[in-house]
C-alpha cells in the first residue's frame, strides 16, 4: 500500500512591531479554513503580545504558533534564508524540513497557495511501451 506523504507546511513569521505581518494574517487564516493547510506562525519578538493577536484573529493559528527568539529577530530571519532580514517572510516546507519556496512581502491567499504548491512532489513523465 502506497501512503501519501505527509502534508508540507507553510512557515510565516511574525513579530507585532511588522504592520505588514499583522496585515498578512487574516489571508494566513482564511488560508488554513478554505485549504485546510498546515501553517506554523514564527513569532520572532514580543512574545505575548504576538500571541494576543494572533489568538484573537484565529484561536487555530495561535495553537501552531512557536517562539524564536534565542538568536535575535534578524538572524533568526537570516537562519531561514531571508539574507536581509526584513519582515515580512514566509517559507514552505517539506515534512521533512526541506524548503521548497520563501516569500518577502505580503502574503495573500494565492501567494500562500502557490508557496505551498512549490512543495508538491512532481511525478515523473510516463514513459510508453
Not at 56 to 74: D, F, H, K, M, N
Not at 85 to 92: D, F, V
Request: with cysteine.
Amino acid at each position: 500500500m502506497i501512503t501519501a506523504p505527509p502534508p508540507p507546511v507553510l512557515e510565516v513569521y511574525y513579530t507585532p512591531a511588522c504592520a505588514p505581518c499583522r496585515l498578512e494574517l487574516p489571508a494566513v487564516a482564511e488560508f488554513v479554513q478554505r485549504d485546510g493547510a498546515r501553517v506554523r506562525i514564527v513569532i520572532i519578538d514580543k512574545e505575548a503580545k504576538a500571541r494576543s493577536e494572533i489568538r484573537r484573529l484565529s484561536p487555530g493559528l495561535a495553537a501552531g504558533a512557536v517562539v524564536e527568539t534565542q538568536a535575535g529577530p534578524q538572524s533568526t530571519l537570516r537562519a531561514a534564508g531571508d539574507g536581509d532580514g526584513i519582515l515580512p517572510y514566509a517559507r514552505s516546507l517539506t515534512a521533512d524540513g526541506k524548503v521548497c519556496a520563501t516569500w518577502r512581502g505580503i502574503l495573500t491567499l494565492s501567494r500562500a497557495r502557490a508557496l505551498m504548491a512549490a512543495c508538491k512532489p512532481t511525478s515523473p513523465p510516463s514513459h510508453r511501451s
